[in-house]
Structure formats: C-alpha cells, structure tokens
C-alpha cells in the first residue's frame, strides 16, 4: 500500500558530502513527519534526523552543524544533505515515515521504512 524508496548511497571519502533521498508513495492520505535512521554492523538501529510536516527538525548530536534534513510535503520526499562526512557515518541509513493512507475507503496510519541504502565513508 505504501512504499519509501531510498537512494542517494554510496562510497564517499573522509570529509566528503552525499545526499540521501526518499520519496513515498502510495494512496497518502497525510504524512505526519519522515526521519531517517542508521544502523552500523553490530549496533542498533539508531536515529539520525527528523523532520516534522511543519518544519521542526531534530538532529542526533552526532551528525549536528554536518548533516541536514529537508522534506518536499508536496512531493512527499524527504532528503538528508550529509557533509564533513566521518567513518563512524558508516552505516545502512533507513527512511522512515509516520503517515496516513488511504485503503478499501478507510483510512490507516502507521509507521512505515524503507529498504536502506548503504552509506561507507572510507578512504
């Protein structure tokens, strides 16, 4: 009914920049507010950024003043501008959205991810 695809991963070198994206879609009926998370090997999934469909954004104190999130609640995407990227960035990184969709004419709301994409920052 819903799907977040991801892309924008890849291999990148110490003090490098990538750029995530995620666009939803599905029969949305409304989106709460998108975030992404990461989980490196061997550790939980944690968070990185969220941001609200007002605006409010929350950052982990990890990536704060490098990585910024953005979304587009016309488009239903949101993206993440990673800078000053480290090794400990290395991660698979997740979308995750808090939404309302549309199904057999009702309406349903959950928490949705999508499939991750691999970030490595390695020289």
């Known amino acids: 009914q819903v799907q977040l695809v991801e892309s924008g991963g890849g291999k990148v070198q110490p003090g490098g920049s990538l750029r995530l994206s995620c666009a939803a879609s599905?029969?949305?009926?409304?989106?709460?507010?998108m975030g992404w998370y990461r989980q490196a090997p061997g550790k939980q999934r944690e968070l990185v950024a969220t941001?609200?469909?007002?605006?409010?954004?929350n950052y982990a104190d990890s990536v704060k003043g490098r990585f910024t999130i953005s979304a587009d609640n016309a488009k239903d995407t949101v993206s993440l501008q990673m800078n000053s990227l480290k090794p400990e960035d290395t991660a698979v990184y997740y979308c995750?959205?808090?939404?309302?969709?549309?199904?057999?004419?009702?309406?349903?709301?959950?928490?949705?991810w999508g499939q991750g994409t691999q970030v490595t920052v390695s020289s």
């Open positions: 995750n959205a808090d939404l309302g969709y549309y199904s057999g004419g009702y309406p349903w709301f959950g928490d949705y």
């Open positions: 599905g029969n949305i009926l409304s989106i709460n507010a």
């Open positions: 941001i609200t469909s007002g605006g409010s954004t």
